[in-house]
């Protein structure tokens, strides 16, 4: 079992930034790629960004290339999103997720919210 745990949403105006944390506990952080998801109202959940394992590698979702960054450092067991130049339609709950197989995510934090003004 892996527990997740994010922190870092909040309001914040067009333009401004956020940098998101996902703190993981239970097994070895860092045999899981992780990926942050969101997810806005009345909307389906869709992928934002992942990274591989050792971080070497990540993946951005067309509507965040430029402007946001996922990172991690296992030492720490966490991972990060920070979300720069935002804009109203970033508005959603950002959840952070453990891929326990290949393209499929087993374990999901609670989700923290984003609220971007315009």
């Known amino acids: 079992q892996v527990q997740l745990v994010e922190s870092g949403g909040g309001l914040v105006q067009a333009g401004g930034s956020l940098r998101l944390s996902c703190v993981a506990s239970?097994?070895?952080?860092?045999?899981?790629?992780m990926g942050w998801f969101r997810q806005a109202p009345g909307k389906e959940r869709v992928v934002v960004a992942t990274?591989?394992?050792?971080?070497?590698?990540?993946y951005y979702a067309d509507s965040v290339k430029g402007r946001f960054a996922i990172s991690r450092d296992n030492a720490k067991n966490t991972v990060y999103l920070q979300m720069n130049s935002l804009k109203p339609e970033d508005t959603a709950v950002y959840y952070c997720?453990?891929?326990?197989?290949?393209?499929?995510?087993?374990?999901w934090g609670l989700g923290t919210q984003v609220t971007v003004s315009s």
């Open positions: 239970g097994r070895t952080f860092s045999a899981y790629a």
């Open positions: 997720a453990a891929e326990t197989v290949a393209g499929a995510y087993g374990y």
């Open positions: 990274i591989s394992r050792g971080g070497g590698s990540a």
